[in-house]
Every structure is written in structure tokens, then in C-alpha cells.
């Protein structure tokens, strides 16, 4: 799979899935761990910790770590029936967001639409499902990013 060079920050709810989503873009193994605090994973991700979008006064830590990114990735499990992204999320940052729905291979197709619509509502430009086991959808997201 050919990487992206665009430098990523990830955001989302702690189990989200946004570390496994950046070892998987980066190639390595995957394995799990509780990300205590912001981490460069590879040259091209910035993994954030779930609290920061979690709790309303990490919000500040959010916008100031955007400044090192190209694009802000709201990462969604599509198996979560709602969502932490407020509508219009995105406004906080004076990047380009875009949805990432992990966890695609866990989900019917109505749980993977409802997911997508807290993404827009919340602004991502567009939206991507994913699966780190299966590996579908990575293909298009690459290929988004890149285009950016």
C-alpha cells in the first residue's frame, strides 16, 4: 500500500480507533495501547489522545497540535451508536477535515450511513469506512488525501 505524505491528525473518541488506523496507514504491526499523549506515529501521523475530543477543555490542546498537520481525520466507529463531534467540529480548524469510519467490517450498512452523517453534520468533507482487519477502503482514502 503507498503511504501519503500529507501529515495527518487524528481525533476521536479513546477506542475510536485512531492508533490502529495510523499503524495500519504506516505499515507496522498492529497492536494496541492506551495513547496517554500526542505521538508522531511514523513521519505522517499525529495520534491523539481520545480525551482531548473527549472533554471540552482539551479542545485548545486539539486546534494548537492542527498546526503541524495538512489534514484533521475525525476517526468514528461505526459500531457506536452516537457520536462526539459536535455539529460543525470542523470550524475550530483552519484545515481541510475529513471522516474516517473504522471498524467497516463490524457494521451493517445502515449503521455505516448513520455514521457518515455525523461525520458531515460535524464537517468532514467526505468520509471513508474502513477495516484494519479486512483492509477495505484504504485504497480511496489514500487517494483523497493525496489529492488534497
Known amino acids: 500500500m503507498q503511504k501519503t505524505a500529507k501529515k495527518m491528525m487524528m481525533i476521536g473518541r479513546s477506542g475510536a ?25 511514523g513521519e505522517n501521523m499525529i495520534d491523539t489522545p481520545g480525551e482531548y475530543t473527549e472533554r471540552r477543555s482539551r479542545y485548545s490542546s486539539l486546534q494548537i ?29 483552519a484545515k481541510p477535515a475529513v471522516g474516517v469510519i473504522t ?20 464537517g468532514a468533507k467526505q468520509s471513508f469506512a474502513v477495516s484494519c482487519v479486512t483492509g477495505e477502503g484504504f485504497e480511496e482514502l489514500i487517494r483523497f488525501i493525496q489529492n488534497l
Open 17 to 41: 480507533g485512531k492508533t490502529t488506523l495510523c499503524q495500519f496507514l504506516n505499515q507496522q504491526e498492529l497492536a494496541y495501547h492506551k495513547t496517554q499523549y500526542v505521538q508522531v506515529i
Open 103 to 122: 471498524k467497516a467490517d463490524l457494521a451493517d450498512p445502515q449503521m455505516l450511513q448513520k455514521a457518515e452523517r455525523f461525520l458531515k453534520l460535524a
Open 65 to 93: 497540535t492542527s498546526a503541524d498537520a495538512a489534514v484533521i481525520v475525525f476517526v468514528k466507529d461505526a459500531t457506536e451508536p452516537g457520536s462526539i463531534f459536535p455539529p460543525g467540529f470542523s470550524s475550530m480548524f
